[in-house]
């Protein structure tokens, strides 16, 4: 029989309630701390969610991102309430940067018929139809009801002050709404991972990478697929809102957000039929958490037990498949071949000492 532990996972963003959601299912005592009035304030919220396994990565996190797909249809599967948009995306601009079975180049002709409110069509693009794209909000909070009523404990507007660990095993977290006895404690708290980690001696290779959404009211649905291309990248996150991405370039100034997000504005004006009628609502920055090589951080601390890091871009694409073994993981007390391209030991010789504080 498995061992009933006391697990708490900080942070309730799509990785934190994500890793809940598959925990929930499991004979354990969760807690899901979030220091936010709500889940998926920060990052989550702020994300374009497009489902996407079709970029290139290394051999060994492909399977990971092959999994995607399949992993959104068994959500939906077990989830009735999750929609998730499977109009596929296209792309044009670069034709040779994505080899993909579910990837096909389609002509001028076949572009118009999927998207007939583009005022110009190139000759060719890749239509990736099998992806899809969410709403990040809604699927967040989905995840934690179910978790909840499942029986984990959900603790809002609770800010984690310090991890305490005896020896070289944390115990419990105190927070600003008292102690928490743990065996188990998940970060999953994104760009705060690192400060969280600094008084255990712990150095965490995350950088912030900021990008930029711009969310506009839509007078019907103008964009039926995802478009990426070298003007725009925007998607239909419902009938009558329209959500692009744009990159950050610095804080201020004409390269500012608020600049690129009207230049992005006036762009999708030009560029759609009817996109005259397009609303600017609101352009948010939003940091996403970066592993120093762009791939996860999953698994246990070599050095601290019972301390367990989940931390990943694009967290909207493989949230759902790595949290399920993640919560396998820490259950059934195992290390997954298929996790262990993602361990933190990646990045460090294996007998450095100065990562921990004797």
């Keep these: 029989m498995t061992k009933k532990q006391k697990i708490t996972i900080v942070g309730a963003g799509i990785v934190g309630a994500s890793i809940a959601y598959n925990l929930s299912k499991e004979n354990q005592n969760v807690t899901l701390v979030e220091c936010h009035s709500k889940a998926g304030y920060g990052v989550t919220e702020k994300s374009f969610a497009w489902i996407n396994p079709s970029g290139r990565v290394p ?31 296209l792309t044009w601009g670069n034709l040779t940067s994505i080899n993909k079975s579910h990837v ?9 018929e999927l998207e007939p409110h583009l005022k ?26 179910i978790a909840e009523e499942n029986g ?27 102690y928490i006895e743990s065996d188990v404690i998940v970060l999953a708290t994104g760009t705060a991972l690192p400060e969280l980690c600094k008084p255990l001696g ?7 990478s900021p990008s930029i959404i711009i969310r506009m009211k839509s007078p019907k649905k103008l964009i039926h697929t995802l478009i990426s291309n070298s003007r725009f990248e925007a998607r239909q996150l419902s009938d009558y809102t329209l959500i692009a ?3 950050y370039l610095d804080e201020y100034g004409e390269n500012g957000p608020e600049a690129i997000g009207k230049r992005a504005f006036e762009t999708l004006r030009s560029d ?18 970066m592993p120093k090589d762009g791939y996860p951080i999953v698994g246990f601390h070599d050095q601290i037990k019972g301390l367990y890091l ?19 993981e820490i259950v059934d007390n195992l290390q997954l071949e298929e996790l262990e391209s993602c361990r933190i030991s990646r990045f460090y010789p294996l007998n450095d000492k100065s990562l921990i504080d004797k």
């Design 120 to 145: 110009e069509y190139p000759e060719e693009a890749l239509y990736a139809y099998k992806e899809g794209a969410v709403d990040p909000n809604v699927l967040t909070n989905l995840l934690v009801k």
């Design 152 to 178: 984990v404990n959900i603790l809002f507007d609770t800010k984690v002050t310090q991890i305490k660990k005896e020896g070289t095993k944390v115990v419990g977290i105190h927070t600003s709404k008292g």
């Design 310 to 328: 989940a931390v990943m871009h694009s967290a909207i694409t493989l949230s759902p498949v790595i949290s399920r073994l993640v919560a396998k």
């Design 272 to 289: 759609l039929e009817e996109g005259e009628h397009l609303e600017l609502e609101s352009i948010k920055v939003g940091m996403r958490p």
């Design 104 to 112: 096909k180049k389609i002509t001028r002709q076949q572009i118009s």
């Design 59 to 89: 051999n060994n996190f492909q399977h990971l991102y092959d999994e995607s797909l399949a992993e959104y249809h068994v959500l939906e599967k077990e989830i009735p309430e999750l929609k998730v948009d499977w109009n596929g995306a």
């Design 202 to 208: 712990l150095d965490i290779p995350i950088e912030s």
């Design 245 to 247: 991405a744009e990159d």
